[in-house]
């Protein structure tokens, strides 16, 4: 990740903002009116791969935001998805965070602890604003093992309409801080996190996420606040 024009901007960013500034270098020969336009979704480019660093607050047990965007749905009594091997009888708690295009897509991990599974499925492209947006997109699905309770938390990247490219660099055996970066989605998508039963979300439907900074859950209701960590 480097610096560009002041702006943090993801490695993933990097080969396509320089596609379009190419091709807004080639429309400038034709038309200034052409190049204007190029030269704005040049600009709107290098803002969707920004990469900003967060002040991720370091709680034991804690749970935090995944991704930038809004709470589409708060669904109890939800199954996680089949393919991270958990007891099909175990119903969690599934929180849905809609990222449109003007979002950071950097995501990040949840908790703190080691991904136990890492799954890529195939599927659709649907709408990922859309509840069966869950099942039937393309999705990575993770299952991070929290270090200090044991607890499973499912953390799933779901292509959306647009979005055709899931990029996660977890892996399973990988060990993460909260607030770690793990992957991107581009462009516009969704992300899910499953909280255990019996462990209460801390945000509502329509709350406005800030990745690795906005606390979604407590596993541990006695935790308190270490420090806050920028990263």
């Known amino acids: 990740m480097v610096s560009l024009m002041n702006i943090r901007i993801h490695k993933e960013g990097y080969a396509l903002i320089a596609a379009f500034f190419i091709v807004t270098l080639v429309l ?14 040049s600009v709107w480019c290098i803002f969707f791969f920004r990469d900003p660093n967060r002040v991720v607050p370091m709680l034991s047990g804690v749970v935090v935001s995944p991704a930038d965007g809004v709470v589409q749905s708060i669904v109890e009594g939800d ?28 995501n990040r991990a949840p908790i703190t602890g ?3 599974k890492a799954h890529y ?3 659709k492209f649907i ?14 699905s993770l299952l991070f093992g929290h270090a200090d309770t044991g607890y499973k938390i499912p953390c799933v990247q779901i292509a959306g309409l647009i979005a055709r490219r899931i990029v996660c660099d977890a892996y399973e055996g990988g060990e993460f801080q909260v607030g770690d970066r793990f992957g991107i989605i581009r462009f516009g998508s969704r992300v899910d996190v499953y909280l ?20 979604l859950a407590n596993l541990l209701e006695e935790g308190k606040i270490i420090q806050f960590i920028e990263k």
């Open 114 to 116: 080691k991904v136990e």
């Open 79 to 106: 199954i996680p998805p089949f393919e991270l091997g958990l007891d099909p009888d175990v119903r969690m708690t599934r929180i849905s965070i809609f990222l449109d295009v003007f979002n950071v897509h950097v």
């Open 127 to 140: 709408n990922a604003s859309l509840d069966k947006a869950s099942i039937d997109n393309e999705r990575q």
């Open 28 to 41: 400038s020969f034709f038309s200034n009116y052409l190049a204007i336009i190029g030269l704005i979704a």
């Open 196 to 215: 255990p039963q019996g462990i209460r979300p801390m945000v509502h439907v329509n709350q406005t996420m800030v990745g690795g900074e906005t606390i």
């Open 121 to 123: 499925r195939k599927g």
